[in-house]
Nanobody, 125 residues
Framework: QVQLAESGGGLVQAGGSLTLSCAAS????????MAWFRQAPGKEREFVAL????????AYADTVKGRFTISRDDAKDTVYLEMRSLIPEDTALYYC??????????????????WGQGTQVTVSS
C-alpha cells in the first residue's frame, strides 16, 4: 500500500501564504495521479488540485485557480500545494490523495485509492 503524510498546515491571516507538503511512501511515486482535496466541518470533501505523472498536466478547482499551485518532486516522492492570497473560505482540513493512472472524473474523491491523514489550514479575517 501507499502511505501519504501531509504537513505544512497552520493559522494564517487573510492574504497570506502557506505551502503544504505530502510525502509518499511508494516504489513508483512518479506513476501516480496526485491530488489535493479539502473538507470543512459540515461540508462534503471537495477537489482542490491535481498533478499528473511527470507533471504533464494540472487541474484546479475554480475557487482556487490563480491562487494555488500544485507541483511534484519525484526525486523526493513529494507533492506540494502552494497557496497564496488566502481567504477565510479556504479554511479546511486538507488531504493528499493518490491513484494509479485512471480515466474518468479526477474531481471525484472516489477516483483515488490512497489518502493522508489531513493537515489543518485556518485563515483568519
Amino acid at each position: 500500500q501507499v502511505q501519504l503524510a501531509e504537513s505544512g498546515g497552520g493559522l494564517v491571516q487573510a492574504g497570506g501564504s502557506l505551502t503544504l507538503s505530502c510525502a509518499a511512501s511508494a516504489r513508483t511515486f512518479s506513476t501516480y495521479h496526485m491530488a489535493w482535496f479539502r473538507q470543512a466541518p459540515g461540508k462534503e470533501r471537495e477537489f482542490v488540485a491535481l498533478v499528473l505523472p511527470s507533471a504533464i498536466g494540472t487541474a484546479y478547482a475554480d475557487t482556487v485557480k490563480g491562487r494555488f499551485t500544485i507541483s511534484r518532486d519525484d526525486a523526493k516522492d513529494t507533492v506540494y500545494l502552494e497557496m497564496r492570497s488566502l481567504i477565510p473560505e479556504d479554511t479546511a482540513l486538507y488531504y493528499c490523495a493518490a491513484a494509479a493512472p485512471f480515466s474518468g472524473n479526477y474531481r471525484s474523491e472516489y477516483s483515488y485509492d490512497y489518502w493522508g491523514q489531513g493537515t489543518q489550514v485556518t485563515v483568519s479575517s
